[in-house]
């Protein structure tokens, strides 16, 4: 999911570089980021390996968007994490899918319609993101819309359906370039070994985490603030080298890897609060 660059809270330097969970502007100025591009980059904005994968993949020039092995391959590791679920859409951007969605439900669904489990416990709504590493429950929903890690909006939205009577309300999916497929197949593999391991669940992982103390789910919190008090919020973190979410209605992710400076620096933000 991309940032939404219309939110006024949204200001921040240019970004020369990106490397983990850290961003950096023109003048080398670091930032620690806890939006993660809403999720996208929950394993690094260079996840293991991926670019000697993309490289492998575009030099055999398939970029174009044609069938290839790797559509099966998706829909095989996708089985493999929702076995609930026995249909898979493919929608090049969020606007068709939430055309999609509207088409499956019979009404309306915007953005702000789908139920987001890192902001709320509720299972209210037609359809739901899923997000990883957060708290097992069961999923209530007909149509799943995971957050899988690969930054930038210009990956396609997966929808996962429960069942063939919503799956024939919805128009095909689109025809995506193998190279993106490709690379998705990849990190989601990557996302289901981390998902297995202890990596960032330890003391340190908890150290930082007790550093909040909005409301939290996993490594999601949810600050519960109204729009002006959030965007004091964004403003003073910014200038501390932290870079929160755009928004008041998306998750703060705590990383999966930080060092003892950062926590440092994240508590200091933390107690400097009551200044706002």
Known sequence: MA?????????????ARARGFRLYDLHGKRY????????R???????????????STASRGLLAEYPSVYDGRLEKILKLMFPEFLYFRL?????????????????RITHDLITDPAMTD???????????????KKFTHDLLVPIMPFPGSFIPDIICVRNKSIAAKMPPGDMISPFLIDAMVKTISLLIR?????????????RLIDVFTWDRRGPYINTRM?????????????????????GENYPI????????????????FVRSMTGI
């Open 122 to 136: 509720s299972d209210k709504g037609k359809a739901a993101f899923w997000r990883p590493f957060l708290p097992e």
């Open 3 to 15: 940032r939404d660059v219309n939110q006024p809270v949204y200001r921040m330097p240019i970004i």
């Open 194 to 206: 981390e998902m297995h391991s202890t990596a960032g669940e330890g003391s340190e992982f908890q």
């Open 226 to 246: 109204e729009q002006v008090s959030y965007i004091e919020l964004f403003k003073k973190a910014l200038g501390m080298g932290i870079l929160l979410p755009p």
């Open 32 to 39: 620690i980021d806890l939006y993660q591009n809403n999720g």
């Open 91 to 107: 929608y090049s951007n969020r606007e068709r899918t939430l055309e999609a969605l509207s088409l499956a439900t019979g009404s």
């Open 253 to 268: 992710i705590i990383p999966r890897e930080f060092s003892d400076g950062e926590i440092e620096g994240l508590t200091r």
């Open 41 to 55: 980059a929950i394993l690094g904005h260079r996840p293991d390996g991926m670019s000697q994968i993309m490289k």
